[in-house]
């Protein structure tokens, strides 16, 4: 997992170095695109590996009081995708995202967990092509630390994956404490 991350950082790092790109710039919406894609791969497939009678699994050995569940932890992904979403296209999320990032309490199964996570990163990826190199300035959503003003289509789209990553981490810890080794960490035959 580490080796993921840090070929990750790698990645981001040549992505954004000009001499890297001396052959050719790469635009912010590519930069997204490439992370988001890899992203969205990994914490589905974490989602897919958690089975439906888990997805209320809360951890309670240890300083766990009023910790999100696994399915809730999904529900958060997928209604920020949807709010970071709409806010780097300028308009309201096209769905129940409920309240305080809790995301739609109609959305209860796996199934309708996932088509939800899903969807979310369908509309990350459409909120994805309006991210242009201007860096100009959009209306901060509530949820963005970014004082009003100073948010932009990249930032919030940044803002977007760094915290899908912090509760992707859940996920897979709430997998591990299952007995589930998750998707990432399996090792692949060749």
Known sequence: MRIKHLIFAVVVCLAANPVANAQGHRSNTQIVEFILTFQEREVVSAAEAMPADKYEFTPVNG?????????????????????????????????????????????????????????????????????DDTNTPVSTPWLSPWPEGTATRLGLAIEDMVHTYDHYGQLVEYLRMNGIVPPASRKTKV
């Open 63 to 131: 300083e766990f009081k009023g910790v999100r569940s696994f399915a809730a932890q999904v529900r958060h992904i997928a209604a920020d995708n949807y709010m970071l979403g709409a806010a780097i296209l300028g308009e309201k999320p096209p769905v129940d995202v409920g309240t305080a990032e809790s995301g739609s309490m109609k959305v209860r199964t796996k199934a309708e967990l996932l088509a939800y996570l899903k969807d979310s990163f369908a509309y990350m990826h459409r909120a994805a092509a309006a991210i």
